[in-house]
């Protein structure tokens, strides 16, 4: 059990909303672009940032990547238009989806000394040009129970706007008795060259 959390005897209850973000926000996409780009990150080496406090341990977000989705050619023929990104990096799709993806590696760490619920779609992700928080279109690991003394590292993908110039992230945890969304700081976001779906229509 980590330090200064208590014996609480019974295992908690999960909310309604809270059942409803561990099971149904995380969508996984059957992507091979995302999917050989998320391996390549992933085998990127040790990483540094802030890990934060969390009702069962800790989490930190470990890492983070941006690309565009379409090239200027691809968007062009297949329909699609939109203004340029301030510094020419992507267009933005009019068809109701955002122009780029932010791709994080989330690590958590299971202190506790219970079975904790994870899911991927506890994660959620603010662009600095919208104000609303938006939930994964990819991921690698299914909802589930993380064992006690478990270490577990996500890759988690986000649409954004292509005119976001800074994120902010929240992490729903489902083990704080307050339920109050934790704020999880980014590093620095890279931007990684090429597109990640240049059949995407």
């Known amino acids: 059990m980590a330090a200064g959390q208590e014996d609480i005897g019974e295992p908690q209850l999960l909310s309604r909303r809270s059942l409803g973000i561990t099971l149904g926000t995380s969508l996984v996409l059957g992507s091979g672009g995302i999917t050989a780009l998320a391996v390549a ?5 040790p990483p540094g940032t802030t890990t934060v406090k969390t009702g069962f341990g800790r989490a930190r977000i470990s890492r983070a990547e941006r690309q565009s989705r379409l090239s200027a050619d691809t968007a062009t023929s297949s329909g699609h238009g939109g203004h340029q990104m301030s510094g020419g990096r992507s267009l933005q799709p009019v068809n ?4 780029d993806h932010v791709l994080v590696q989330l690590d958590v760490f ?3 000394d219970e079975d904790q619920m994870f899911s991927p779609g506890q994660l959620r992700l603010r662009g600095n040009s919208q104000p609303w928080l938006v939930v994964n279109r990819w991921n690698d690991q299914p909802p589930g129970l993380l064992a006690p003394g478990a270490e577990l590292r996500a890759n988690i993908s986000f649409l954004v706007p292509s005119d976001a110039t800074a994120f902010t992230a929240l992490f729903d945890d489902i083990a704080s008795p307050g339920g109050v969304p934790i ?3 980014l590093p620095a976001v890279a931007w990684r060259p090429g597109f990640l779906e240049a059949d995407h229509v």
């Open 183 to 185: 704020d999880m700081p």
């Open 41 to 45: 990150f992933a085998a990127a080496g």
């Open 96 to 99: 109701m989806t955002y122009g």
């Open 110 to 112: 299971n202190e506790s």
